[in-house]
């Protein structure tokens, strides 16, 4: 218990620490709400999570349609307008997805 309330403690100073306003609250009570900043609604997972659901997605897509067929519709994005060779770079082959795609088939068989 006490750990856990040192934690938040000392997470409650850190954010006071780079910032607060301070209110009068509906009993009177002067309280410090830290400045929210953008750093602190981003966390590393939320950018990580969007990145392996794509290179998972990409991988489903290449086991199912085979490098060679894979490659050729990649191919035929290019050839599209500026989202579609937007779309083009994004789903290039990449080191990631050849072998995840490649244990993918191996688990499916």
Not at 82 to 94: E, K, N, R, S, W
Request: hydrophobic share 50%; net charge positive; proline share 4%.
């Amino acid at each position: 218990m006490f750990d856990e309330r040192y934690r938040k403690v000392l997470k409650r100073h850190r954010q006071l620490s780079r910032g607060y306003v301070t209110r009068l609250g509906k009993n009177g009570v002067i309280d410090h709400h830290p400045i929210g900043h953008l750093r602190d609604a981003i966390t590393f997972k939320m950018l990580l999570l969007p990145l392996g659901i794509l290179f998972f997605l990409k991988a489903c897509m290449v086991t199912v349609l085979g490098h060679d067929a894979y490659a050729a519709q990649v191919a035929l994005l290019r050839e599209g307008g500026f989202g579609a060779q937007i779309g083009a770079f994004l789903m290039q082959m990449d080191p990631i997805t050849w072998p995840l795609s490649q244990l993918m088939a191996t688990v499916i068989g």
